[in-house]
């Protein structure tokens, strides 16, 4: 580094520095010098911590004119509140947002979440992506929820096998004897409820232990008669046994009263009474 040595009254203390040691001649050494010179004039030197207010100023202004840099106004500051809430793209009100494409939800449902956003500080399109990633995750845990519920039952069908049905009527039936007016709304309201396996073992159970305490539960037997699905079975079992008085030819009184018997079975299945002018047709037979 001969110009270093050549220099080295003129640098002082500066012609040990390891900095000017890169460079081969003291152009070099200029024209870095130069370059970081420039380079320095167009950054935004940050305020140290005794910078006046003018120098704070200064450097607030300059860094807002950086694209996508923007200044959190004081809390205090409504009119800067809002400005920079109207930069972030939040809407003026909540009638500035809208829900995804395709998405169907309940409007009181989107007006409160709506106010919530709003009241956060979020935009449309923030909103309409967090709308979208919950909707899949909802999706996500009723598949798998349904899943295994579907598991759960193909479970209790082998484990009450030809019971199956009986078993399930006995259950939501005590359910909706014990429950009363409001549960029986309750179940009309969530149907999945009574198809769950374990509301159908539990209600199950406490069936059992009722007709052995009290006898059959009105409510399955309504009164004696069939509940629907016991109503369908017998049905099937009446018309798959090619034995059975109803499958004979002929009109003989033992078939006369299988066909009166698969007319009522037929009103239970589909949860109505017997229709008496169908039963005064066939008694006239």
Known sequence: MDWLQDHAEALGDYADSNVLKQYKTNADALKALVDTKRMASGMIKIPGENAGEDDIKAFTEKLTQVPGVYRIPDKDDA??????????????????????????????????????????????????????????L?????????????????????EWGVDYER?????????????????????????????????????EKISRDYVEDNGRIDSVSMEGKPTPDE?????????????HPYNSAGMTPAKKAAMRKVIELQAYAEGKVPDPEAMAVLDNL
């Not at 409160?112 to 923030?126: C, L, P, R």
């Not at 049905?235 to 090619?242: M, V």
């Open 79 to 136: 009119d800067g509140l809002a400005a920079f809430r109207k930069q972030l793209g939040v809407p003026d009100d909540t009638d500035g947002y809208t829900a995804p494409d395709g998405m169907e939800i309940d409007e009181q449902r989107f007006e409160a979440i709506k106010k919530a956003a709003h009241g956060v500080g979020i935009n449309n399109d923030q909103l309409t992506s967090l709308m979208k990633a919950d909707a899949r």
């Open 138 to 158: 909802q999706k996500e845990q009723q598949d798998a929820f349904h899943e295994s519920q579907s598991q759960a039952e193909i479970a209790l069908k082998r």
């Open 167 to 203: 078993r399930v009527a006995n259950a939501v039936g005590i359910a909706r004897q014990m429950g009363g007016t409001d549960f029986d709304q309750f179940l009309e309201q969530f149907p999945e409820v009574q198809k769950s396996p374990a509301f159908l073992k539990v209600f």
């Open 231 to 243: 109503a369908a079975l017998e049905l099937n079992e009446i018309r798959g046994n090619p034995k």
